[in-house]
T-cell receptor, first 114, second 113 residues
Framework: AQSVTQPDIHITVSEGASLELRCNYSYGATPYLFWYVQSPGQGLQLLLKYFSGDTLVQGIKGFEAEFKRSQSSFNLRKPSVHWSDAAEYFCAVGGPGGYNKLIFGAGTRLAVHP | DAMVIQNPRYQVTQFGKPVTLSCSQTLNHNVMYWYQQKSSQAPKLLFHYYDKDFNNEADTPDNFQSRRPNTSFCFLDIRSPGLGDAAMYLC????????????FGPGTRLTVL
């Protein structure tokens, strides 16, 4: 069955430090992968997506992610975290069927220390 | 220039009292989705409309219904809310089905007393 695993429930980093959020997926075919960010009490905002082509994907707010098929991973990175990056981050994979059913991971909550 | 709008942002209802949540979009997208997100959990798809074609997820309770009177609007009706239905309800749209980006609204926080 298709699934997404985000191994880290909570991560705390200092402002200015680098960040990597992990995402592993299980999917039978070529996956379509997404990272969304959710601030408290808000909806989800798309950070970046991978459909095909270059495995290193650039997104908004200085984020990037790398698709590694051999590791079934799509980790999100940022070289220098800002306090405003504190939020919940969801990895998602485009699911099966004739429509775009997104399967979400459980999320990683990021805290940023000044 | 809000693209996906949800009203109200906060809704309080009583146990068993029907409630309707509203979603509208200015993107002219064909597909509209409703997700339920409980505290500290991932969003869970309830159903979606592809144009006028309604697609229900197999595990969505019968208590949840939806209407899409036109391209721009979609409603979520909860016929008899229980305490377990308290959650954030997220509306999303996409231009088409397949691997297309979904755009989310800000959500409606439902409280059931």
């Amino acid at each position: 069955a298709q699934s997404v695993t985000q191994p880290d429930i909570h991560i705390t980093v200092s402002e200015g430090a680098s960040l990597e959020l992990r995402c592993n997926y299980s999917y039978g075919a070529t996956p379509y992968l997404f990272w969304y960010v959710q601030s408290p009490g808000q909806g989800l905002q798309l950070l970046l997506k991978y459909f095909s082509g270059d495995t290193l994907v650039q997104g908004i707010k200085g984020f990037e992610a790398e698709f590694k098929r051999s590791q079934s991973s799509f980790n999100l990175r940022k070289p220098s975290v800002h306090w405003s990056d504190a939020a919940e981050y969801f990895c998602a994979v485009g699911g099966p069927g004739g429509y775009n059913k997104l399967i979400f991971g459980a999320g990683t909550r990021l805290a940023v220390h000044p | 220039d809000a693209m996906v709008i949800q009203n109200p942002r906060y809704q309080v209802t009583q146990f068993g009292k029907p409630v309707t949540l509203s979603c509208s979009q200015t993107l002219n997208h064909n597909v509209m989705y409703w997700y339920q997100q409980k505290s500290s959990q991932a969003p869970k798809l309830l159903f979606h409309y592809y144009d006028k074609d309604f697609n229900n997820e197999a595990d969505t309770p019968d208590n949840f219904q939806s209407r899409r009177p036109n391209t721009s609007f979609c409603f979520l009706d909860i016929r008899s809310p229980g305490l377990g239905d308290a959650a954030m309800y997220l509306c999303a749209t996409s231009r088409d089905r397949g691997a297309d980006t979904q755009y989310f609204g800000p959500g409606t926080r439902l409280t059931v007393l």
